[in-house]
């Protein structure tokens, strides 16, 4: 250290400026602001989190948590009942049934009826298992007691168990009776003058008054001979029936092909106004 033109007194310490290296100090100032950039640049964004001057950091704001839904889950839909049948004609069909077909008259003196085939669904109920269909029915109309002779179809729920007809089976499930001779012959015209030929080639028996397991045309009369017999589902001739029920040809064999034994098939009919009892 050198002291340039000083005088000195005694007891007093001499003012020494030190050296300083210009190199090294501009490296130290430039480390500085280098590192201050590079945190800065890895802080976030956010500040809000940092504790202010003097204090400690504020509480973070809790998001509720999302709660489950409190809507109560929906009821789920009773089974669909059969469209057009009220509590007294549904009682009829028991429960081991899973097959309907519904004949439903125009009016009691009506010889014009709709047909609708109904399979039971395990959870949904009663489903269409077919369109609807336009049909025949007894030339006067329906009877809530039939006696033979009167020109009406019987009303209620019957089971469908045999079938027949003179042309082969068309693909039916049911015990069919095929025969060639004259059981199966229908003859002359109906009530509209209309010819009945062919209207007996495919069958399905209704159960009224007559026994089930027996092929159609059997003449048993449990109910006795006065009660009738004889009702059948059958092809269509176009006119009013003497009491069964016709469809048109091909809307025969599609239904017999539907019918199903192990569904205890039934057919429910009458004008629209008794089935809804």
Known sequence: MTLIGTHIR???????????RTGAAVAVVTGLL??????????????????????????????PAATP???????????AELPGLGPRTRATIKPDTHQVVVVTGEGADSNRSRVRLYERHPSLGWRP????????NGH??????????????????YRLTDAGGK??????????????GVLYTARGTNFEDKPKAGALDYVVAINYNRVAGRPPYDFTRPMGAA???????HVSHDGGTEGCVGLPRGRMKELMRKLKPTAKPVTVMGPAESLAR
């Not at 201050?36 to 950091?57: I, M, Q, Y």
């Not at 009660?227 to 589902?233: A, E, K, M, N, V």
């Open 34 to 63: 280098l590192g201050t950039a590079a945190c800065t640049a890895d802080e976030p964004a956010d500040t809000a989190a940092k504790a202010p001057a003097g204090g400690a950091l504020p509480e973070p704001v809790k998001t």
């Open 129 to 136: 298992a077919a369109d609807e269909w336009a049909a025949r």
């Open 167 to 180: 042309l082969a089976n068309p693909g039916t499930a049911l015990p069919y009776d095929r025969n060639r």
């Open 69 to 79: 839904d409190e809507t109560p889950a929906a009821t789920p839909a009773a089974p």
């Open 140 to 157: 006067k109309g329906w009877a809530e007691r039939h006696v033979r002779g009167d020109l009406r179809t019987p009303v209620g729920t």
């Open 10 to 20: 005694p007891g007093i310490r001499p003012l020494v400026r030190p050296r300083i």
């Open 227 to 233: 009660r009738g017999g004889g009702i059948w589902f």
